[in-house]
């Protein structure tokens, strides 16, 4: 018994885990947080986006050549996203879009409330007081590694928070490192990593408060969930060669 006490020993150490490893925004009552205002920014158009945009005013009939693409809110709002996809509006290498009317207009580097302004704008010409909705319908990020639900998710939402995004995808393991998350993200073509402590809340204050467009969200394991994988793969071999050695040493004697 006391072999075997000392045997698991090592399992006991290796799964045990900190309070302070796993706890969320351990310094919130010591953190000033920003008003939303201040730190969410509307997200940038980019080449491949898929926009639905839907265009409303006071005259309805004004507004008759954009309900196809848009769903509209005629009654026959389209509800399925992959639909929805169907009939937006591709952003092409270009940055520009087809829309009726207006023709070919470029969209990439403004950001959707910017684009709304610019779209309600050049719209005056043809429709009084229009009021014009952008959304990305293809909005999708990523999560990898200690999180409950690995995979890519797609929203129609532009405003997701990280915990949110989190939440989507079920949350952090209980072997997640919380103070070390990655995201990879996309900004004018190139890649930007930026590492996130979820276990205090200054990140709360900056950009990354947000999920953008095709974020890559890694979770890695914290150290004793890399400690126990090694420890219990060395193990299992050990025990391997032993039940082999046994099982010779049985057939050699008998």
Same mark, same amino acid.
């Not at 947080?33 to 201040?38: M, T």
């Not at 009317?101 to 470029?106: A, H, S, T, V, W």
């Not at 996130?196 to 205090?200: F, L, P, R, V």
């Given at each position: 018994m006391k072999k075997l006490t000392t045997f698991f020993i090592p399992f006991l150490i290796i799964g045990c885990t900190s309070p302070k490893e796993i706890v969320y925004y351990q310094d919130i009552d010591r953190q000033e *947080?920003?008003?939303?205002?201040?730190v969410y920014s509307h997200t940038d158009v980019q080449i491949n986006d898929i926009l639905n945009i839907e265009v409303a005013a006071l005259n309805t009939e004004s507004v008759a050549p954009y309900k196809f693409n848009t769903g509209g809110n005629s009654g026959q709002a389209v509800q399925n996203v992959e639909m929805l996809k169907l009939m937006g509006y591709l952003v092409n290498s270009d940055g520009k879009i087809n829309f009726p009317? *207006?023709? @070919? +207009?470029?969209v990439k580097g403004k950001n959707t409330q910017e684009l709304e302004l610019y779209l309600e704008k050049l *719209? @005056?010409?043809f429709i009084t007081n229009p009021t014009v909705?952008?959304?990305?319908i293809n909005f999708k990020f990523t999560f990898e590694g200690e999180v409950k639900s690995p995979g890519t998710y797609e929203t129609t939402e532009e405003n997701i928070t990280l915990q949110q995004a989190i939440g989507i995808a079920g949350g952090l393991t209980i072997r997640g490192k919380r103070e070390n998350i990655l995201i990879i993200r996309q900004l004018e073509g190139e890649r930007v990593v930026k590492r +996130?402590?979820? !276990?205090?809340t200054d990140w709360m204050n900056t950009e990354y408060a947000y999920v953008k467009p095709n974020d890559i969200i890694y979770v890695e394991p914290n150290k004793p969930q890399i400690a126990s994988a090694g420890f219990i793969s060395n193990i299992? !071999?050990?025990i391997s060669v032993i039940s082999f050695l046994t099982t010779l040493t049985l057939l050699i004697t008998r």
């Open positions: *947080l920003e008003p939303v205002s201040d009317q *207006l023709g @070919k +207009i470029e *719209l @005056k010409e909705r952008v959304r990305i +996130i402590d979820m !276990t205090k299992g !071999t050990v």
